[in-house]
């Protein structure tokens, strides 16, 4: 079965520095990968997403990720956190086998920054 | 923008008690998720819908049911509500990319709702 695999489940920085949130998938076929971000009592906002071309994607508020085929990895990262970056990120991936893409989210990481 | 709205932020009921969960989104999105997020564990799907009156269970249906009289409208109902139901619940609704001839879903979620069952 598909499956999401957020290797932290948390991880804490201080302001400033840079960040790496991990996320791998198992997957046979292509597929096609999302970032959400959770802040505090709020529902998912959509980071960034893969679905074709280039495989580093830029999304909202300085993240960036690279589409890794051979490792199979969707990492997110960003040169610089700022305190307001606090939150809980979720990885998710279409389920291939699904004929309306379905996604199959990871546990989700929360990232701390501290001052 | 996209907006899906939920009908309570914050809601607290008692054992046995039968709960509605509303979820309406303005953009015409043909399909709709009900998600339940518990600590540790992640967005569990609890029930999807593709289209009016059609629905399909999703991971862990067990004690729920829904509805989906109007394209814009999800429903999520606990018949006789548990402690163990006690969780944040999360629609979301979706615009299906067609990429290379296979499909993939862009979710939007709305803001939740807080559910304790006491």
């Known amino acids: 079965a598909q499956s999401v695999t957020q290797l932290d489940s948390q991880v804490p920085v201080f302001e400033e520095a840079p960040v790496e949130l991990r996320c791998n998938y198992s997957?046979?076929?292509?597929?096609?990968l999302f970032w959400y971000v959770q802040y505090p009592n709020q529902g998912l906002q959509l980071l960034l997403k893969y679905l074709s071309g280039s495989t580093l994607v830029k999304g909202i508020n300085g993240f960036e990720a690279e589409f890794n085929k051979s490792q199979t990895s969707f990492h997110l990262r960003k040169p610089s956190v700022h305190i307001s970056d606090t939150a809980e990120y979720f990885c998710?991936?279409?389920?291939?086998?699904?004929?309306?893409?379905?996604?199959?989210f990871g546990k989700g990481t929360k990232l701390s920054v501290k001052p | 923008d996209v907006k899906v709205t939920q009908s309570s932020r914050y809601l607290v009921k008692r054992t046995g008690e039968k709960v509605f969960l509303e979820c309406v989104q303005d953009m015409d999105h043909e399909n709709m998720f009900w998600y339940r997020q518990d600590p540790g564990l992640g967005l569990r799907l609890i029930y999807f819908?593709?289209?009016?009156?059609?629905?399909e269970k999703g991971d862990i249906p067990e004690g729920y049911s829904v509805s989906r009289e109007k394209k814009e409208r999800f429903s999520l109902i606990l018949e006789s509500a548990s402690t163990n139901q006690t969780s944040m619940y999360l629609c979301?609704?979706?615009?299906?990319?067609?990429?290379?001839?296979?499909?993939?879903?862009?979710?939007?979620f709305g803001p939740g709702t807080r559910l304790t069952v006491l």
């Open positions: 998710a991936v279409s389920d291939p086998g699904g004929s309306q893409g379905n996604l199959i």
């Open positions: 979301a609704s979706s615009l299906v990319l067609a990429v290379g001839g296979r499909a993939a879903n862009e979710q939007f």
């Open positions: 997957s046979s076929v292509s597929v096609y």
């Open positions: 819908s593709y289209d009016v009156k059609m629905k």
